[in-house]
């Protein structure tokens, strides 16, 4: 077979799942268990793979999908168990008094609100927060969708305590060979990963530090009377001071302590500094920006869910108590990666199927006190205490979570084992590569040394199709790193642009944009907000190439496997 055919043959379940979603729009709960039946057919007729590889496969993909969905629910969970509880209210009280300038308002809110939120929980939740907030304090429902989907980019690689790096990434890629690999090369898969880490943070600081600034433009420019993108510019100097509250700390925090910190603490750290200097005019615009009347809105503009800010009488919270959950959040998390004593003692409980089915190599283990979502469940046990709740009021916000869990969770069920099967897939009879090698081989003979340009946008595309960073990673990172590595460049700094540019893909991601506009009744004009949502998506896929072609090709980035 053809090296062209068999590139087919490999890319087919892909591009199923890229028909189905986007040409017949499938929901993804219905697509992805046709795509997981045709995957495991290709392994079995076309990779000539055994039925108990295949098997094997699922499995151990079963198993990841399980720790993923503990995450979700940890992350879901915490963030009702603070509704029901008058967290959220105070929080989002908080805001209202800070600045009557609306581009300053949709900074704070959307950007650093939205970036902790994406940090805490993931998921596409910052955008369905932030905007029934923003309506809530005078923005029309089209312009806080605009606003929560373009927070979908920066953050997003470490969303949900890193679970897009943490889970995508050591889940997408064939970690038993590639670990065996950087052992003999004296590295280790967890300065690998710390690698493709830090080269994430670092590409996302110098791509999204002007997200804030784009965001103020496109709010004046199709939302403001006069229509003017200079408008927006005036708040230039405001916007890259909030960019780079967040990214600064944020590089920090994703070099220093890992992938599960950057987006929750430089999110935190961010809001704390940039609500303190605009409640001080630190860098605001001497002329304040607002909306024309809301008589004058057009009837695109307007959702058909009223919202206001909910009645604080009834549970009065200060901020502090508001904010602790998170904070304890953080602090937790710190402690569990940083000291080697408390880390040993969480990852002690351990659940591993090693060699699943006999089959060499098909492996998998949840630590469920050590994954973000065990933290995170024990904060929302502490959180229960600390507020004050009735029983009544947790029990709705597990029945709320475990909702969300059900339909996350159906499609990852078919997702993550299609995946495993193609990494899994080079153990055959046949003697083939692997699917996502022979996908790699043939575009790296086709593309050539100008792939670092275009490998951004290939995660861009997964998260379009799959409306989520993690499963983009699981999907194409070992394709990704395979290309780097039959081109002789880092495959690191590949994966890494992978990363950044699955997370940019979140502003283009369909059911993120259905999701948001649901929260304000805006459903049926999402297309409209996709239309705009492009050209920042645009923005940022080439400019993460830029930066990947100058990081390999210039500045001599590389890592332990180049040339192995």
């Known amino acids: 077979m053809s090296n062209g055919l068999l590139a087919l043959f490999a ?279 607002d909306f024309a009347n809301a008589k004058d809105w057009p009837a695109a503009w307007v959702g058909t869910v009223e919202m206001k800010l909910d009645d604080l009488a009834a549970r009065p919270m200060s901020a502090f108590r508001a904010w602790l959950p998170y904070v304890l959040v953080g602090a937790i998390l710190v402690i569990s990666r940083v000291f080697p004593e408390v880390t040993a003692a969480l990852k002690s409980v351990s659940m591993a199927f090693a060699n699943i089915l006999g089959e060499s190599g098909v492996s998998a283990s949840i630590e469920p006190l050590y994954l973000p979502g065990g933290i995170l469940v024990a904060v929302v046990l502490m959180t229960f205490f600390m507020h004050g709740m009735r029983a009544a009021e947790l029990k709705a916000a597990v029945k709320e979570s475990s909702g969300v869990l059900l339909s996350a969770g159906f499609v990852l069920l078919f997702t993550v084992p299609m995946v495993r099967i193609l990494i899994n897939s080079g153990v055959n009879a046949s003697d083939l590569p692997s699917m996502p090698i022979a996908m790699a081989r043939y575009v790296a003979d086709s593309v050539g040394g100008i792939y670092p340009l275009l490998a951004p946008s290939v995660g861009a595309l997964g998260a379009f199709i799959a409306g989520s960073n993690t499963v983009s990673n699981m999907m194409f990172s070992q394709f990704q790193f395979s290309v780097a590595h039959s081109l002789g460049i880092s495959g690191a700094m590949i994966v890494a642009v992978q990363a950044v540019g699955a997370a940019a893909g979140n502003m283009i991601a369909i059911h993120n944009v259905v999701a948001a506009s649901a929260t304000v009744g805006l459903l049926g004009r999402e297309g409209v907000t996709l239309r705009k949502t492009v050209w920042p998506t645009l923005y940022y896929v080439l400019f993460t190439g830029v930066i990947g072609m100058v990081a390999i090709y210039l500045m001599g980035v590389t890592d332990p496997l180049v040339g192995t």
């Open 11 to 289: 890319f087919a379940p892909i591009l199923l799942a890229a028909v189905l979603l986007i040409g017949l729009r499938w929901p993804a709960s219905r697509a992805m268990p046709l795509v997981f039946l045709f995957t495991a057919a290709i392994g079995l007729f076309v990779w000539d793979m055994s039925f108990t590889r295949i098997i094997a496969s699922s499995l151990q993909g079963l198993v990841i999908t399980l720790g993923l969905l503990w995450i979700i629910f940890g992350a879901i969970l915490l963030l009702n168990t603070l509704k029901h509880s008058g967290g959220i209210t105070a929080i989002r009280a908080g805001f209202t008094t800070i600045s009557p300038d609306r581009r300053i308002q949709a900074i704070i809110i959307a950007w650093l609100f939205g970036c902790f939120i994406e940090g805490a929980s993931g998921f596409g939740t910052p955008a369905a927060i932030a905007a029934p907030l923003l309506v809530a304090i005078g923005f029309p429902a089209m312009a806080a969708v605009l606003m929560g989907m373009l927070v979908q980019s920066t953050p997003v690689s470490f969303g949900a305590v890193g679970t897009p790096i943490v889970v995508g990434v050591n889940s997408g890629l064939d970690t038993a060979t590639l670990g065996a690999q950087l052992v003999a090369q004296g590295a280790s898969w967890q300065a690998f990963l710390q690698q493709i880490t830090s080269s994430v943070a670092i590409t996302h600081a110098i791509v999204g530090t002007v997200m804030p600034l784009i965001m103020a433009m496109m709010l004046t420019r199709f939302f403001g009377k006069e229509k003017s993108w200079k408008a927006g510019f005036e708040v230039l100097p405001f916007a890259i001071f909030a960019g780079l509250a967040f990214t600064l700390p944020y590089v920090a925090t994703g070099v220093l302590l890992g992938p599960e910190f950057p987006s929750l603490l430089g999110g935190l750290i961010g809001l704390a500094i940039v609500t303190t200097a605009a409640r001080f005019n630190f860098l605001v615009p001497k002329t304040t920006w």
